[in-house]
């Protein structure tokens, strides 16, 4: 399924791969009832699904970068996303030509950082 996603799509897939928690968690507390095969297969089911996980996820992170998805744009420190007042409120923003390419040289930034453009 090659579904276009967004940051939003993103956004659940950190918190999917977060799951290794508690996953770890539940291992932890029940791995005196398990034999040395059975916590090496868990352990190895682990290692293939979250690196499955985290794969799928910086893909999502790849694709919105490429889609521009975080250009000028930046987090509200009272709701804590992505969005700003006027994007709740409707109201369109502009951005001075400064502020987009400061906008722009942080998103290319972090595109080169994690790969996806070089």
Same mark, same amino acid.
């Given at each position: 399924?090659?579904?276009?996603?967004?940051?939003?799509?993103?956004?659940?897939?950190?918190?999917?791969?977060?799951?290794?928690?508690?996953?770890?968690?539940?291992?932890?507390?029940?791995?005196?009832?398990?034999?040395?095969?059975?916590?090496?297969?868990?352990?190895?089911? /682990?290692?293939?699904?979250?690196? +499955?996980?985290?794969? @799928?996820?910086?893909?999502?992170? %790849?694709?919105?970068?490429? #889609?521009?998805?975080?250009?000028?744009?930046?987090?509200?420190?009272?709701?804590?996303?992505? /969005?700003?007042?006027?994007?709740? +409120?409707?109201?369109? @923003?502009?951005?001075?030509?400064? %502020?987009?390419?400061?906008? #722009?040289?942080?998103?290319?930034?972090?595109?080169?950082?994690?790969?996806?453009?070089?």
């Amino acid at each position: 399924m090659n579904k276009e996603k967004d940051r939003f799509d993103l956004e659940q897939e950190i918190m999917e791969c977060w799951r290794v928690v508690d996953d770890l968690r539940l291992f932890y507390e029940k791995e005196d009832e398990m034999t040395k095969d059975q916590k090496m297969n868990m352990l190895l089911g /682990m290692i293939e699904m979250y690196e +499955l996980k985290f794969d @799928r996820m910086f893909r999502t992170f %790849e694709q919105s970068i490429r #889609k521009g998805e975080f250009l000028g744009e930046k987090c509200s420190s009272a709701t804590n996303s992505w /969005m700003s007042s006027d994007d709740i +409120l409707g109201r369109p @923003r502009t951005m001075s030509s400064d %502020e987009y390419n400061l906008n #722009k040289e942080y998103a290319d930034d972090l595109a080169r950082r994690f790969g996806a453009i070089e």
